[in-house]
């Protein structure tokens, strides 16, 4: 078993919520990078987004990926758009098992139709949008961001059947990852 696992993909995908069950099943620590973050920024991420700017927020990102991957025995759940970053994509893959949750853009929609804090759902009055105007904000992040996503080691599709059967298929992914030759 890879002793730090690296669980990226699109906000919504149940990367917080998959991750600390697997880290329970495996023994293993769970750090929420968001988590972190908004302890050590002080203020909600969706804040400091619309103060200090986006910018800002991958700055402070970066540099706590970089202190990652000296961690063993760890399962770390990546902001959706932490793998998108060359550098962080590099320092993911070349120290742990990177894994990416792949969700439908119509389960995304279903699962971030209720979401308040996530800033880049929201429009330009600063509320998350809702119907079709979220749609096409996740579709066209989704798209963009795919490519990136996909260079994960392991890709494991997420349904909307019951999470224990996520998290057995999870880890299956990753011990046949494991076995894979090379
Ligand atoms: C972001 C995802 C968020 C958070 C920030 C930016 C993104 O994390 O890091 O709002 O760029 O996709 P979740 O993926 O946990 O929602």
């Not at 970066?62 to 902001?79: P, Q, R, S, Y």
Request: charged fraction near 25%; proline fraction near 3%.
């Amino acid at each position: 078993m890879p002793t730090l696992i690296y669980l990226i993909g699109f906000m919504g995908s149940g990367k917080s919520t998959l991750g600390h069950i697997l880290a329970n099943v495996l023994g293993f620590d769970f750090v929420d990078l968001d988590d972190v973050l908004e302890e050590r920024l002080g203020r909600p991420i969706w804040e400091y987004f619309q103060v200090e700017g986006e910018e800002a927020f991958r700055k402070a990102e970066h540099a706590l990926v970089e202190e990652t991957i000296v961690l063993k025995n760890t399962v770390v759940a990546a902001g959706g758009g932490a793998f998108l970053v060359d550098a962080n994509r590099d320092l993911m893959r070349e120290n742990g098992l990177t894994v990416y949750l792949r969700l439908s853009v119509s389960l995304l929609v279903t699962r971030l139709s209720s979401s308040r804090h996530r800033p880049l759902l929201f429009g330009d009055d600063g509320v998350t949008l809702s119907g079709e105007a979220l749609r096409e904000r996740i579709e066209r992040l989704l798209a963009e961001r795919t490519p990136y996503y996909e260079e994960a080691d392991v890709i494991v599709d997420i349904d909307t059947g019951p999470i224990g059967s996520a998290v057995d298929r999870l880890e299956a992914e990753i011990q046949a990852w494991e076995k894979k030759p090379g």
